[in-house]
Structure formats: C-alpha cells, structure tokens
Nanobody, 119 residues
Framework: QVQLVESGGGLVQPGGSLRLSCRAS????????MGWHRQAPGKEVELVAA???????NYADSVKGRFTISRDNAINTIYLQMNNLKPEDTAVYYC?????????????WGPGTQVTVSS
C-alpha cells in the first residue's frame, strides 16, 4: 500500500502562483509514476501532469507553459509549481501514484488539496 499526502493549496488571485507538494510513504517500490489530477466544479477528473522516476513528464494542454511538475526520488515527493494561475484552474488537486507508464493512472490517491483562483 502507498499513502499520499498533498499540501500547498490555497486561495490566490489570477496571475498568482502556488506550489503543491505530495509525499509518498508505504510501499515506495510500488510508486512508479506519480502525478497530479484535478477536479473542477461540475467537471470530471482530469490529468494535470505526471512524471516518471526518471523525470520524464507530460502535461495537460491547458497548463503547458504555466505549470511545472518535478520529482525528488530521495524523499519520494513530487511538486507542482503553478504560475500565472487562472480562474479555470480552480479545482481540488489530487496526487496520484502507482501507474506503470506515464500516460496511465495509478491506483493510489491522496485526499486532495483545494486550489481557488479568484479576485
């Protein structure tokens, strides 16, 4: 089993920045790909960004150029640096882990952290 804990969400104005963190514990050898998904009000869960242990990554088109995912394998932690935030980025952001490939979704989820972008 893998446990994931997110942190760093909050309320920011449009154009502002936030940095999310997710630290994994438990069966670290089962983590494989880690990533961020989000669920906006009234919408389905969507991939934001994902990253492999070898630091290959992919992003949703809507966040390319604004968000950066990174990974510190030494402490089993991923980050999501979110710049130039827009109101449409408002969502609960969930950490995900355990996918064997970058484009897949793993079975492990964190409880989520709220990101609200509003004036």
């Amino acid at each position: 089993q893998v446990q994931l804990v997110e942190s760093g969400g909050g309320l920011v104005q449009p154009g502002g920045s936030l940095r999310l963190s997710c630290r994994a514990s438990g069966r670290i050898d089962s983590i494989n790909v880690m990533g961020w998904h989000r669920q906006a009000p009234g919408k389905e869960v969507e991939l934001v960004a994902a990253i492999t242990p070898f630091i290959n990554s992919n992003y949703a088109d809507s966040v390319k150029g604004r968000f950066t995912i990174s990974r510190d394998n030494a402490i089993n932690t991923i980050y999501l640096q979110m710049n130039n935030l827009k109101p449409e980025d408002t969502a609960v952001y969930y950490c995900n882990a355990g996918a064997p490939r970058l484009e897949l979704m793993g079975p492990y989820w964190g409880p989520g952290t709220q990101v609200t972008v509003s004036s």
